[in-house]
């Protein structure tokens, strides 16, 4: 069940009320990330609690935060469905690159097809912060270099951390 409240003619949000993170015992996880979560294709709310008890049985890492939901128009190839968008912490044992193809896997298994830039996906994972560190390699921006500029990252992220 999703509470909805409309921020404003393009923006959406739900806040699931059944969505709940119980905090394993101390683990052995070091790294805290915070990933951006997003797809337009088919049932993304109910991809994204498939995604959320993915991650709360895989050991590689601790789900600790999960944020609203946003439903916000597109950007870039703006010929597509809304995108819903949210942001969870996790907890890992992985290194930033190790867990950026980790995230990539993950999007496989949920079906996701790379066609061209911005396109239509069923999933998108999208590493926003990984503990305090900065990284910038050719496949790898830490923090990710346009969250300041997306609602859809912005705010997602203030409602994990009010």
Avoid: C, W
């Avoid at 097809?113 to 921006?141: H, Y």
């Amino acid at each position: 069940m999703y509470i909805k409240r409309e921020l404003s003619s393009d923006l959406t949000t739900f806040k699931n009320l059944r969505q709940n993170v119980k905090n394993r015992n101390k683990s052995s996880h070091r790294y805290v990330a915070t990933v951006g979560i997003g797809g337009n294709l088919g049932d993304v709310k109910r991809r994204f609690s498939h995604l959320l008890a993915y991650f709360k049985r895989d050991t590689r890492v601790e789900l600790l935060k999960i944020s609203l939901i946003l439903q916000n128009p597109p950007f870039g190839f703006v010929e597509q469905s809304d995108f819903f968008n949210s942001i969870v912490v996790l907890k890992t044992t992985m290194q930033p690159v190790r867990f950026l193809d980790y995230l990539m896997r993950v999007e496989k298994r949920f079906s996701r097809k790379r066609s061209f830039k911005d396109a239509p996906r069923t999933l998108d994972l999208d590493i926003i912060f990984f503990d305090n560190r900065v990284v910038k390699l050719p496949k790898l921006q830490i923090p990710h270099p346009k969250y300041k500029e997306r609602e859809s990252v912005k705010i997602p992220l203030m409602d994990i951390y009010r």
